[in-house]
């Protein structure tokens, strides 16, 4: 497939061309800014910190409160990458599998339905393990998924880029009510719930860390075992089954891969939105429409805007802090806006 071809695709950028020297660069720099937001995030926090405490704290020594706040920091560093891999990477196949500038996990509601199923679960089933945490976000993010598709294929046109971001919309506003009105009569629950729900990495463990990775690598391998067939997805149905693609189950897989890690990821720091909107588009930008290419890049620039985001929320609080979801919501709100506008009366 060559990059004219892709044209086709609603998720245009102005240059589809990238010379592969030009590609290979941009992921060095990229890793390199990875390397940087990581390092930023183990140095900066409430507490000052300084070169040795850190090389301490790698070694596992917690003498001192400076050597044990760099403990506490690592593991909330890796899931901030993590996570923000995740999402920019379930963002990207979104876009792709629905030919929709405007998808992403958040918008289309999909976080919401995995933070409402785990709400119920708290309310009403006694959810307390992590794992049962993950099964019951990645229900809800699937059920939801399928519901909001169907709500957007209604009437003519099929699903449309402007029908689905709508019913994701709604959606999302009616899930959001239903999880407010779970929690408000549950004091039980309410606080912590609550803290959940804004969206953040604070507070987490390797223990906790080590029981979401099963799925996070099971929805990587299938989003970028999908990119191909995103590629022919691109060209239109008829021609991509013309090739020899089976459109729907290279959409039903790639679907699948961006589910379990958009609700995976919800499960254990709640619902953050706009990620998945945002660092796809940037990197199109950079490495053109080639989900071979572009997937990649999306988890890596996932990575660092939510590395970023949480050092960010240290910053502007000090001494207290803002939680991840807070920050990437400050961030991605005008960029959909720009993306509406720029859309606008194009592909919308």
Known sequence: MNDQALTTTTLRAPDLGRPTRLRLFWLCVVLGLVAICCALSIAIGARNVGFGDIVAAFGGATDT???????????????????????GLAGAVMQGVTRNPLAEPGILGVNMGAALAVVIGLAWFGLASAQAYIWTAILGAGLTAVFVFAIGSLGRGGPTPLKLALAGTATTIALGSFVTAVILPRNDIAEGARSWQIGGVGGTSFAIIWQVVPFLVVGFGLCLLSARKLNSLALGDDLAAGLGE????????ASLGAVILAGATTAVCGPI????????????????????????????????LLLSSDVIGRIVARP???????????????????IVQHYRGRDL
Do not use: M
């Open 246 to 253: 089976n459109v729907v189950l290279a959409r039903w897989l």
């Open 273 to 304: 939105s706009f990620v998945g909107l945002l660092v796809p588009h940037i990197c199109r930008l950079i490495v053109g429409v080639d989900h071979r290419w572009l997937l990649p890049f999306s988890a890596l620039g996932g990575a660092i």
């Open 65 to 87: 409160i400076e050597q044990a706040a760099i403990a506490k920091r690592i593991p909330r560093t890796v899931l901030a990458a993590l996570a923000g891999a995740a999402l």
């Open 320 to 338: 207290g802090e803002l939680d991840v979801g807070i920050v990437t919501a400050f961030v991605g709100a005008p960029v959909f806006i720009w």
